[in-house]
């Protein structure tokens, strides 16, 4: 179930589709370029990435195959590092464990291919103590989108627990699942470290070998299992 990416294997939906990574501008057919991303990127640097049928689905590569860097504030990534663009999970199939058996397969793979370190970028899980002030920079006056501060005179349990997902969504323009971009919590899990912080996307980097073990071979056939289930 645990495969390697190819211009034609099944994968997330969203990652067939998603070019805000691989290109630094809109294009027509996003599924034709990233199946020629794909292709290309096995050539130039080797393995981009693994799926879980179409429930999950990692991606990575040099930086240089990723202009969408320089979208983020947090960029660029160290010249030593690989960097993991984009992890999608579908909803269904979240936090039940595939974006740990994704996250260290990719690292496996990475440090057997000599990689000092891999970088990512995230965006910050603030629950309640988020504050508009932090995503909304003295620039920014006049063009907070509508219903912004009511969102945040909320009490209730369902918008504390999505508000990092909000502000991230308000400060990319695009929803972080859209683009694949994890919370800082799920990468800190893994063994990252914020190296460039930001109020909303900070970059994170793990250094290879990492200090914890990875999941065995047994322990990703066994979560794997269960999260499809």
Same mark, same amino acid.
């Given at each position: ?43 130039? @640097? +080797?393995?981009?990435? !693994?799926?879980?049928?179409? &429930?999950?689905? %990692?991606? #990575?590569?040099?930086? /240089? ?55 990512? @970028? +995230?965006?910050?899980? !603030?629950?309640?103590?988020? &504050?508009?002030? %932090?995503? #909304?920079?003295?620039? /920014? ?89």
């Amino acid at each position: 179930m645990l495969e390697p990416l190819t211009p034609y294997s099944e994968m997330h939906p969203r990652a067939a589709s998603s070019m805000y990574w691989e290109c630094a501008h809109e294009v027509a057919d996003p599924r034709f370029e990233k199946e020629a991303w794909i292709s290309s990127t096995l050539l130039s @640097f +080797g393995p981009c990435g !693994f799926s879980i049928r179409s &429930d999950a689905t %990692i991606i #990575y590569c040099a930086a /240089d195959d990723a202009p969408g860097i320089a979208k983020m504030p947090t960029g660029p990534v160290a010249s030593d590092a690989a960097i993991i663009t984009s992890l999608f999970v579908s909803s269904q199939r979240f936090g039940r464990g595939l974006e740990s058996v994704l996250l260290d397969t990719a690292i496996m793979d990475l440090l057997q291919r000599e990689f000092d370190a891999v970088e990512a @970028f +995230g965006y910050h899980d !603030f629950g309640e103590t988020a &504050d508009d002030e %932090i995503f #909304y920079e003295s620039t /920014d006056v006049g063009t907070q989108g509508p219903g912004i501060e009511e969102l945040f005179k909320s009490t209730s349990s369902e918008f504390f627990a999505d508000v990092n997902f909000e502000i991230a969504r308000h400060f990319l323009g695009i929803r972080p699942d859209h683009i694949g971009l994890l919370p800082v919590s799920i990468l800190q899990g893994a063994g990252f470290e914020v190296v460039q912080d930001h109020p909303v996307t900070p970059r994170l980097r793990l250094e290879l070998p990492p200090a914890h073990d990875l999941l065995s071979a047994a322990a990703v056939e066994d979560l794997v299992a269960k999260a499809l289930a």
